[in-house]
């Protein structure tokens, strides 16, 4: 059974950072691309970043670009999101998320939480 738990979240003020981690189990995950979304209060969920099973390709919304960094190590099952430069907008629960043969599935969330 696919899990993913993410960790690392919590409260900063605007300017710092954070690294936020996934950890999966129940595959081997070196063969999916992993990313994360967020989604914060009164919102819908929207994409954050998102990296290749091999970690050579990255994507990232337009909104973290340049603040936020994703990487992988597949020997530990586990995505990072390094996220810099912080600011209250940022403030949403992450999620970490993988496609495995068309279906998506997704961790429990993180809370990130950014006080100007």
């Known amino acids: 059974q696919v899990q993913l738990v993410e960790s690392g979240g919590g409260l900063v003020q605007a300017g710092g950072s954070l690294r936020l981690s996934c950890a999966a189990s129940?595959?081997?995950?070196?063969?999916?691309?992993m990313g994360w979304f967020r989604q914060a209060p009164g919102k819908e969920r929207e994409f954050v970043a998102t990296i290749s099973w091999s970690g050579e390709n990255t994507y990232y919304a337009d909104s973290v670009k340049g603040r936020f960094t994703i990487a992988r190590d597949n020997a530990k099952n586990t995505v990072y999101l390094q996220m810099n430069d912080l600011k209250p907008e940022d403030t949403a629960v992450y999620y970490c998320y993988t496609d495995i043969w068309g279906t998506r599935y997704w961790g429990q969330g993180t809370q990130v939480t950014v006080s100007s």
């Open positions: 129940g595959r081997t995950f070196s063969n999916y691309a």
